[in-house]
């Protein structure tokens, strides 16, 4: 069972409205990540933390941001929504190792987002 | 281009039937290959992780196999449930960067029907 939670899991707001999207582990893991999913479509990666104050950007260009100032909390901001922001968020945390290690990545619930 | 294909797109299938979701993939080089399944609205929970050098994995009523060579794997659901209701992903690891990264597939949505 993973230890990931994401808040809120459903959220409709107004454009240019100001949203922070909460994600922690209690796992002790190092790495934390965030993914965009559309319906029918893959993850992709818009961000990720090695650790503490560790923040990088993903493959898919993206206007939110993250901060690491905890090992267990990894929020995803958007300063103004917009209709296209709409989709579904999700945080996800591994151990140390890299993919390549085969190690178990676990995903939280994600958190719908829908811009109006 | 490292890409992951899943097929088919969409199946249904009756309860208690077996089905077979492939997985084709380019990313190279290779490192290993997850099944993860999705229930809607949810997150991804992993079902199995398979390296190199293995050819099956089971997890209860789901096993995978690879073929590293042809760069196809399939998950093969024996004895379907409702709960088998899902979107089942192929995600593929390369050793390609220092840690790897993960290449995702569009998943296949299978339906259990009573």
């Known amino acids: 069972e993973a230890d990931i939670y994401q808040t809120p899991r459903y959220l409709v707001i107004g454009t240019g409205k100001k949203i922070t999207l909460e994600c922690s582990q209690t796992?002790?893991?190092?790495?934390m990540y965030w993914y965009q999913q559309d319906p029918g479509m893959e993850l992709h990666l818009i961000h990720y933390s090695y650790g503490v104050n560790s923040t990088e950007k993903g493959d898919l260009s993206s206007e939110s941001t993250v901060s690491r100032i905890r090992t267990e909390h990894f929020p995803l901001t958007l300063e103004s929504a917009r209709p296209s922001h709409t989709s579904q968020y999700l945080c996800?945390?591994?151990?140390?190792?890299?993919?390549?290690?085969?190690?178990?990545?676990?995903f939280g619930e994600g958190s719908w987002l829908t811009v109006v | 281009k490292n890409q992951v294909e899943q097929s088919p797109q969409s199946l249904i299938i009756l309860e208690g039937k077996n089905c077979t979701l492939q997985c084709n993939y380019t990313v190279s080089p290779f490192s290993n290959l997850r099944w993860y399944k999705q229930d809607t609205g949810r997150g991804p929970v992993s079902l199995t992780i398979m390296t190199f050098s293995e050819n099956t994995k089971s997890n209860g009523r789901y096993t995978a196999t690879l073929d590293a060579d042809t760069k196809q794997s399939s998950l093969h659901i024996t004895a379907s449930q409702l709960s088998d209701s899902a979107s089942y992903i192929c995600?593929?690891?390369?050793?390609?960067?220092?840690?790897?990264?993960?290449?995702f597939g569009r998943g296949t949505q299978l339906t259990v029907w009573p």
């Open positions: 796992m002790g893991h190092d790495k």
């Open positions: 995600v593929v690891s390369d050793r390609g960067s220092t840690l790897g990264r993960l290449y």
């Open positions: 996800a945390s591994s151990d140390h190792r890299g993919p390549s290690s085969g190690n178990t990545i676990y």
